[in-house]
């Protein structure tokens, strides 16, 4: 058999096991998922370590327990100030009044705070146990997120070794244009939007402590969380709290978390963390990362907020390297 004949039947078998790979790892494929991703992102990282004079196995392991202790952490912060502070959280909505009552041309139509309110406290106190009840679970996940990025740091170049031993070498140029797509799309959601949310964590919490506000880590960690959501961001939360204190009688804290609230946490973190970032990280349009999230949260869950951006990314490369000449994009190997 020609060899390029045994460069598309290996390509074949190739996808047809990644296919069959997704199906029978269904339940884990959100973690290996977002392990690639995270190992795409260290590999720098890893190739700096190895420059400093580290094995190849211990660049790969301390990055890999590196990233398990983070995951770790944020996960068991936000675990545990949830399930600790889901009284005070049932406080802040239980401040509302018995009832409220909204008028528009005439017409009246009285709500009372027993029919909001128990259900939102229900909700928060169901969330609490089940994220606690899952811990068990989610620590299995950690350990085979952090074998994943282990394996895949220890030997990066097997990978690419595959995939061009596979496509024929004049469409190198097009694999590696994919590559760097993929690269800057990755580090623009997991660099840039981490360090921002983490910067909107710090500021939210030094703003919901001299306001008095019950929860206040929690309640920085969502406002940090909504980081991840374009256009929106902890704006949601701020508007929140703000009809919450309207609605509770406490006008002047609406008035403080809608104004300093609004400057500090809604445009400090993007005004002075973003710009500074902006050179390590691909130029994401607020156009495409809205579509990808959107899209990619509905169609796929948790994992879309990552997958769909990526998809879009690839797709816009795909039409730009559509409309140039061949010869532009050919390999410099």
């Known amino acids: 058999m020609p060899r390029r004949n045994n460069r598309y039947v290996l390509a ?3 996808v047809g096991l990644l296919v069959l790979a997704g199906f029978l790892l269904r339940a884990v494929i959100t973690t290996a998922f977002f392990a690639v991703t995270v190992a795409y992102v260290l590999h720098p990282m890893r190739e700096y370590l190895r420059r400093r004079g580290l094995s190849r196995r211990w660049a790969a392991a301390t990055l890999a327990v ?13 675990g545990f100030s949830l399930y600790r502070r889901r009284e005070a959280v049932i406080d802040l909505i239980t401040e509302f009044p018995a009832e409220f009552t909204f008028e528009f041309g005439g017409f009246s139509y009285t709500l009372e705070r027993a029919g909001l309110v128990e259900p939102l406290a229900g909700i928060v106190r169901d969330v609490a146990v089940n994220a606690a009840s899952a811990a068990p679970v989610l620590g299995l996940k950690l350990l085979l997120f952090s074998l994943i ?7 990066p170049a097997a990978v690419s070794q595959a995939i061009f031993t596979v ?3 004049r469409y190198h140029g097009i694999v590696e244009r994919f590559h760097l797509r993929t690269r800057d799309t990755l580090y623009g959601i ?3 939007q981490a360090a921002t949310a983490a910067g909107t964590f710090v500021v939210a919490l030094v703003t919901f402590v001299p306001l ?3 929860a206040p880590f929690t309640l920085a960690l969502i406002a940090g969380g909504l980081q991840f959501i374009p256009i929106l961001g902890p704006g949601v939360l701020l508007g929140v709290l703000a009809v919450a204190d309207i609605l509770a009688g406490n006008i002047e804290r609406a008035i403080l978390v809608a104004v300093v609230g609004g400057v500090l946490v809604g445009l400090v973190p993007d005004m002075i963390i973003r710009p500074r970032l902006a050179s390590y990280a691909a130029d994401l349009p607020v156009t495409l990362y ?5 899209g990619g949260i509905l169609s796929l869950g948790v994992i879309g907020f990552i997958a769909g951006p990526l998809i879009v990314a690839l797709v816009v490369e795909a039409v730009a390297l559509a409309s140039i000449h061949e010869d532009s994009y050919q390999s410099t190997f």
């Open 290 to 294: 809205f579509v990808g999230f959107v």
């Open 149 to 155: 990025v282990y394996g895949l740091l220890l030997r």
């Open 12 to 14: 074949g078998i190739l």
């Open 212 to 214: 008095d506000y019950p």
């Open 66 to 78: 590196g990233a398990f202790g983070i995951v770790l952490t944020a996960l068991a912060l936000a």
């Open 190 to 192: 997991y660099i840039l």
């Open 167 to 169: 496509v024929p070498r």
